[in-house]
């Protein structure tokens, strides 16, 4: 069973360029969480999707940034016109929410975006 | 506001000594979990505990929740080299319907052989 996988792994793009995150979440997972982690810091929470349906964007920023999670395909993360402060480390985390292990979320290995 | 807050910042220990890493938080919580990250990679689940549960082993790791102080602690025993990375306690609340995690900023361990 192949865990969380995210693509690419290292995306550089220049300020103004448009930035496109992918997240493939575990097999039978169909609750998606976005993350950010700038340099020597935690990870904050970004946004919450189940399949075509936002439930929580509470931690995206009002502009610039969007994310999907489509009926097939995987999750999309898009930020547009990046801007340097757009650089860090992108996680993605699917969980099942079912039974006992309903809040354990697996994370995938990240994308660490740099905007020059 | 930051939920979790872990402390040291920073920690240094010889190769077979324990490393005891805390964790305070502000808000009600479900659960407490710890994750593991070694430098520049993903984040790796360590354990989780519930909040009406009050301690819990997973091999050298032990983990204790206190919910009347909203504070934890993750104890590795007998360290090795293997260990160093950055912890991370992160805490999850299902009251908005999300079930968001919460991280601190994260101890950053080293293990010296």
């Known amino acids: 069973n192949a865990g969380v996988m995210q693509n690419p792994r290292h995306l550089v793009r220049r300020r103004g360029q448009e930035a496109r995150l992918r997240c493939s979440p575990m097999?039978?997972?169909?609750?998606v969480y976005w993350y950010r982690q700038l340099p020597e810091e935690g990870l904050k929470f970004m946004v919450y999707?189940?399949?075509?349906?936002?439930?929580?964007e509470s931690g995206m920023p009002k502009e610039r940034f969007s994310a999907e999670f489509p009926k097939e395909g995987p999750s999309i993360l898009r930020i547009q016109q990046v801007v340097r402060g757009d650089s860090a480390a992108y996680f993605c985390?699917?969980?099942?929410?079912?039974?006992?292990?309903?809040?354990?979320?697996?994370f995938g290995p990240g994308t660490r975006l740099t905007v020059t | 506001s930051q939920q979790g807050e872990e402390d040291p910042q920073a920690l240094s220990i010889q190769e077979g000594e324990n490393a005891t890493m805390n964790c305070s938080y502000k808000?009600?919580?479900?659960?407490l979990q710890w994750y593991r990250q070694n430098s520049g990679r993903g984040l790796v689940h360590l354990i989780l505990?519930?909040?009406?549960?009050r301690e819990k082993h997973s091999g050298r790791l032990r983990v204790t929740l206190d919910t009347s102080k909203k504070s934890s602690s993750l104890l590795i025993t007998a360290s090795r080299a293997a260990d160093t990375a950055s912890y991370f306690c992160?805490?999850?609340?299902?009251?908005?319907?999300?079930?968001?995690?919460?991280f601190g900023k994260g101890t950053k361990l080293s293990v010296i052989p």
């Open positions: 985390a699917s969980s099942n929410r079912t039974g006992s292990s309903s809040y354990e979320q697996y």
């Open positions: 097999k039978g997972h169909s609750h």
């Open positions: 999707l189940q399949k075509e349906n936002i439930i929580d």
């Open positions: 808000t009600s919580i479900n659960n």
């Open positions: 505990i519930r909040s009406n549960e």
């Open positions: 992160a805490t999850a609340y299902s009251g908005a319907g999300s079930y968001q995690l919460t």
